[in-house]
């Protein structure tokens, strides 16, 4: 016997669980990015911030603990002066450093684009000082509607680009169908990613920004680290023990041999990111939970999701070649 | 042996040159660190200027950098994104109304010449009376300088001087309106229409301040303004953010602890489950960390919330070769290899998937970097980073670490490794070809 490890898990033996599993992860997701798009005014699977649609943002510190009531009174007050639909938000809990900055809450306004200096902008300073104690604003931005078109079409043509520089590379290094199935596990990784924020859009308002984006990107890159991996590991045993075992035990036992690996290094930034997400700034925290999802996803595709389509396609690849010759025979 | 020690002294200069860098050079932080105001103009095409061309945009920086220069406030940056935009930075700046009052005018002087009708008579509007004129006939670009003054009866006024150019336009513009008015207007409005009484020659023109007259700060500013250059074209703001430094210190303050947090976690997985060669891959990251934040500082990278985020991501991602590596080489310590072939080993198997797995990561990097816009491409090129220097990290500083720690004896105390004695010689059979054992010093 070729002995080439202890085989713990098993990816070709029960294939069909791995597929059901990744439908449980991929459709609840799928079906809200199907709601979303029908019934959001912008058309998106998920729910888009100012980087994308255009609009204001206007955060206010302020000492006092922030109460529902405060903040419909201050709905109200912003109706008057003709900000419309305003989506106010507080953010709690600020304060983990020791400098007391004398800032208990946030109070963040979003809205339509305004200019900063502009007679409205000043309106809603006022409003807020008189509705909260000690109130300044501490973060201000706009972003112009053309701006936000532009630039979610740019990320869209950075993620075409950055998945076709990927099957061309991974096709150079080793073959068309192993970049196939590792692009798939990648739209896989990416389609759970983007359906939770869908789900999250509609149950808790959770809007994407730019950085999502780039969340997405890191992703990419980091999944098909460990599809890579494993796939090295697969061209490396085929080299060696290619005519003795079948491909599917190949598959079985290089999975075996990098499981520790891709565990190890999920995990290793897994901590890293769960240290920026309960310590880091808040404007970066849906951003790292971002890659957090990402990064346990990915490795699951890696490891079942990846490797099984590789095995399935050179299943199907060998029985049709096969049939031509039972046939001459 | 003696390669390595070779190996362990650049190591050594490295650490050393990276410290001095951190140490001597000052860090860039970016404006949601230190607080700021952030203004992204976009040029608008006007009548006169039908199309942004690479010199109306230079044109425009030049203008704006002179401008905010005026306003006092030290390491300004004015940048062009794209083909008709500009990026204006202001630490500390947090008043943006000053800001986009002097970015938003755009200071455009030119005089203009009354319509006439054939028999040479002033056109004028039929329901209003008022003066129809014609398009500008000069303009601030035919300026030489402008100063303040006064007029015999005490006003302020603004006098002008044309360059040799604007000189002859303007005498023979002034010859051919003797008798009749000339307008001078600015920031498209019109400011004053004397009458010419004689043609002037002398390449010098006064404009004061009309019914209201000037005061001494409107007449400067407008000095300031004309001598800075007209903008060639108006902009208008399409994005713009300040940020408090309240909230960026805070920021700073939450990195840190994330940081600390972050690399205290990593290393002690390591230390648990490698034992001493993570203890080694722990040393070399300390290593990428140095190299890393020297390499910052020399680019410079501003760093920016996002962009600390990459590095401390880049950090949880940096010990993925050595774990590849120490895994690897454990593979070849189960199969009974002595140390040094295991290391060698383990290095160079290791090697091809840390490669080709970086170089995917780097592949999107490179794509984020050109076509992102701020944020994302800081980000992009601090990860980017990061992955090249964990690459030269895992091959030099562990490696060689690894082997004078280690030597070439028998693995005497598998606990180091984290392995049983048990599980010794228990490992798959590798099978090599003759060329990759000789590689590997392998003796059968």
């Known amino acids: 016997m070729f002995n080439i490890g202890k085989n713990t898990v098993h990816v070709?033996?029960?294939?069909?669980?791995?597929?059901?599993?990744?439908?449980?992860?991929?459709?609840?997701?799928?079906?809200?990015?199907?709601?979303?798009?029908?019934?959001?005014?912008?058309?998106?699977?998920?729910?888009?911030?100012?980087?994308?649609?255009?609009?204001?943002?206007?955060?206010?510190?302020?000492?006092?603990?922030?109460?529902?009531?405060?903040?419909?009174?201050?709905?109200?007050?912003?109706?008057?002066?003709?900000v419309e639909n305003p989506y106010i938000q507080v953010i709690k809990?600020?304060?983990?450093?020791?400098?007391?900055?004398?800032?208990?809450?946030?109070?963040?306004?979003?809205?339509?684009?305004?200019k900063e200096g502009s007679e409205l902008s000043k309106n809603i300073s006022s409003i807020m000082s008189s509705n909260y104690k000690n109130s300044s604003l501490i973060q201000f931005t706009s972003v112009g509607a053309t701006l936000g078109k532009e630039l979610l079409q740019k990320s869209m043509i950075a993620l075409a680009l950055a998945l076709l520089a990927m099957i061309a590379y991974i096709s150079f290094r080793f073959k068309l169908d192993y970049a196939i199935a590792a692009i798939l596990g990648l739209v896989h990784d990416i389609l759970f990613v983007i359906g939770v924020f869908s789900l999250l859009g509609i149950f808790c308002n959770v809007q994407i920004d730019n950085l999502f984006m780039t969340a997405i990107l890191t992703i990419l890159g980091f999944s098909i680290?460990?599809?890579?991996?494993?796939?090295?590991?697969?061209?490396?045993?085929?080299?060696?023990?290619?005519?003795?075992?079948?491909?599917?035990?190949?598959?079985?036992?290089?999975?075996?041999?990098?499981?520790?690996?891709?565990?190890?290094?999920?995990?290793?930034?897994?901590?890293?990111?769960?240290?920026?997400?309960?310590?880091?700034?808040?404007?970066?925290?849906?951003?790292?939970?971002?890659?957090?999802?990402?990064?346990?996803?990915?490795?699951?595709?890696?490891?079942?999701?990846?490797?099984?389509?590789?095995?399935?396609?050179?299943?199907?690849?060998?029985?049709?070649?096969?049939?031509?010759?039972?046939?001459?025979? | 042996?003696?390669?390595?020690?070779?190996?362990?002294?650049?190591?050594?200069?490295?650490?050393?040159?990276?410290?001095?860098?951190?140490?001597?050079?000052?860090?860039?932080?970016?404006?949601?660190?230190?607080?700021?105001?952030?203004?992204?103009?976009?040029?608008?095409?006007?009548?006169?200027?039908?199309?942004?061309?690479?010199?109306?945009?230079?044109?425009?920086?030049?203008?704006?950098?002179?401008?905010?220069?005026?306003?006092?406030?030290?390491?300004i940056s004015v940048a062009q994104i794209g083909d008709k935009r500009l990026l204006v930075e202001i630490p500390g700046e947090t008043d943006t109304k000053k800001a986009e009052e002097i970015l938003g005018k755009t200071a455009q002087l030119d005089f203009r010449a009354p319509k006439l009708d054939e028999n040479g008579e002033i056109v004028r509007d039929k329901t209003t009376g008022q003066i129809i004129w014609e398009q500008p006939q000069i303009t601030g670009e035919d300026l030489k300088s402008a100063s303040i003054g006064s007029d015999p009866?005490?006003?302020?006024?603004?006098?002008?001087?044309?360059?040799?150019?604007?000189?002859?336009?303007?005498?023979?513009?002034?010859?051919?309106?003797?008798?009749?008015?000339?307008?001078?207007?600015?920031?498209?409005?019109?400011?004053?229409?004397?009458?010419?009484?004689?043609?002037?020659?002398?390449?010098?023109?006064?404009?004061?301040?009309?019914?209201?007259?000037?005061?001494?700060?409107?007449?400067?500013?407008?000095?300031?303004?004309?001598?800075?250059?007209?903008?060639?074209?108006?902009?208008?703001?399409?994005?713009?953010?300040?940020?408090?430094?309240?909230?960026?210190?805070?920021?700073?303050?939450?990195?840190?602890?994330?940081?600390?947090?972050?690399?205290?976690?990593?290393?002690?997985?390591?230390?648990?489950?490698?034992?001493?060669?993570?203890?080694?891959?722990?040393?070399?990251?300390?290593?990428?960390?140095?190299?890393?934040?020297?390499?910052?500082?020399?680019?410079?990278?501003t760093l920016t919330l996002a962009g600390i985020a990459a590095f401390i991501l880049s950090i949880g991602m940096a010990v993925d070769a050595n774990i590849l590596i120490f895994e690897r080489t454990k593979e070849e310590l189960r199969a009974g290899r002595n140390l040094f072939t295991a290391i060698s080993a383990g290095f160079d198997r290791a090697w091809t998937s840390i490669f080709d797995s970086n170089m995917t990561t780097i592949i999107s990097c490179v794509i984020l970097y050109y076509l992102g816009s701020g944020v994302v491409q800081g980000f992009a090129l601090t990860l980017g980073i990061g992955i090249l220097v964990s690459m030269f990290t895992a091959i030099t500083v562990t490696r060689t670490f690894m082997h004078i720690v280690f030597g070439t004896g028998e693995l005497k105390y598998p606990a180091l490794f984290g392995l049983s004695k048990a599980e010794i010689g228990k490992g798959y059979e590798a099978t090599e070809t003759k060329r990759e054992k000789a590689r590997f010093g392998i003796l059968d």
């Open chain 2, 1 to 75: 042996m003696k390669n390595k020690l070779i190996w362990f002294w650049v190591i050594v200069c490295l650490v050393i040159a990276s410290v001095i860098v951190i140490y001597k050079k000052p860090t860039k932080l970016g404006l949601d660190l230190v607080g700021g105001s952030r203004i992204l103009l976009e040029a608008r095409t006007t009548d006169t200027v039908r199309e942004i061309t690479p010199s109306v945009m230079s044109n425009l920086k030049y203008a704006i950098e002179h401008r905010v220069n005026n306003m006092g406030v030290e390491e």
């Open chain 1, 225 to 329: 680290n460990d599809t890579i991996v494993t796939f090295d590991r697969i061209r490396e045993n085929l080299r060696y023990y290619g005519k003795k075992m079948t491909f599917g035990e190949i598959v079985d036992a290089s999975v075996n041999q990098t499981i520790a690996r891709s565990v190890n290094t999920s995990l290793t930034t897994f901590l890293t990111l769960l240290a920026l997400y309960l310590f880091g700034g808040s404007t970066t925290k849906d951003f790292v939970f971002a890659i957090m999802l990402g990064v346990v996803v990915g490795t699951y595709s890696s490891i079942f999701f990846c490797s099984m389509l590789v095995d399935f396609w050179e299943e199907r690849k060998s029985k049709q070649k096969q049939q031509p010759q039972t046939q001459e025979a």
């Open chain 1, 93 to 114: 809990g600020n304060k983990i450093t020791k400098e007391d900055n004398g800032i208990n809450s946030i109070v963040s306004i979003r809205t339509h684009f305004i």
């Open chain 2, 153 to 301: 009866s005490g006003e302020f006024v603004v006098s002008l001087e044309f360059n040799a150019k604007g000189a002859t336009k303007f005498a023979q513009l002034t010859q051919k309106l003797v008798g009749k008015p000339m307008a001078i207007f600015y920031e498209g409005e019109m400011r004053t229409a004397p009458n010419i009484n004689e043609p002037i020659l002398g390449g010098k023109a006064q404009i004061s301040g009309g019914d209201g007259g000037f005061d001494s700060q409107e007449a400067q500013e407008m000095v300031d303004y004309l001598n800075a250059g007209a903008l060639p074209v108006p902009s208008d703001i399409i994005e713009e953010s300040q940020v408090g430094p309240t909230l960026g210190a805070d920021s700073i303050a939450k990195s840190k602890v994330a940081g600390i947090v972050g690399v205290a976690l990593v290393m002690l997985f390591m230390l648990f489950y490698y034992r001493l060669p993570g203890l080694i891959a722990n040393l070399a990251l300390v290593v990428y960390g140095l190299i890393v934040f020297a390499i910052f500082k020399i680019v410079p990278v």
């Open chain 1, 12 to 82: 070709v033996k029960y294939r069909i669980l791995w597929m059901c599993l990744s439908a449980v992860l991929l459709l609840p997701g799928i079906a809200a990015m199907i709601y979303s798009t029908i019934t959001y005014p912008t058309h998106t699977p998920v729910k888009v911030g100012i980087d994308y649609t255009g609009g204001t943002i206007l955060q206010y510190g302020t000492s006092d603990n922030v109460t529902n009531k405060q903040l419909a009174a201050t709905r109200e007050d912003l109706a008057k002066i003709g």
